[in-house]
């Protein structure tokens, strides 16, 4: 069985040929595998808010701040996850908290 890693290389794999549903499966794979791979969770997110899947990118998203709570940078792509979804309120609430992490604020 491959490990979450391999599964992740072979999801970029997949994407750089065009085939989004086939990486979007092997990352699903990878964070069943482990949870807390937060590079996969933020992957998906992309590939989801891509094909219109508001909820499934927002939950990815969501995934990658709460394994990464003090990354400045899971918490701006929050942002535009939320701001491409179109919602505004909640993309500038993660965005206040990426500012305030990134001033020291928090």
């Not at 794999?13 to 933020?42: C, T």
């Not at 990815?60 to 990464?68: D, S, Y």
């Amino acid at each position: 069985m491959p490990t979450p890693n391999e599964l992740y290389d072979e999801a970029v794999d997949l994407r750089d040929k065009g085939d989004h549903a086939g990486a979007i499966s092997k990352l699903e794979e990878a964070v069943a595998a482990d949870p807390a791979f937060a590079i996969a969770h933020g992957m998906l997110a992309k590939l989801y808010v891509d094909f219109a899947e508001v909820d499934k990118a927002i939950y990815h998203a969501k995934k990658v701040v709460e394994i990464e709570p003090d990354d400045t940078f899971s918490y701006t792509a929050l942002s535009v996850i939320y701001q491409r979804c179109g919602r505004i309120p909640e993309a500038e609430h993660a965005k206040a908290i990426a500012y305030n992490k990134q001033m020291g604020f928090d």
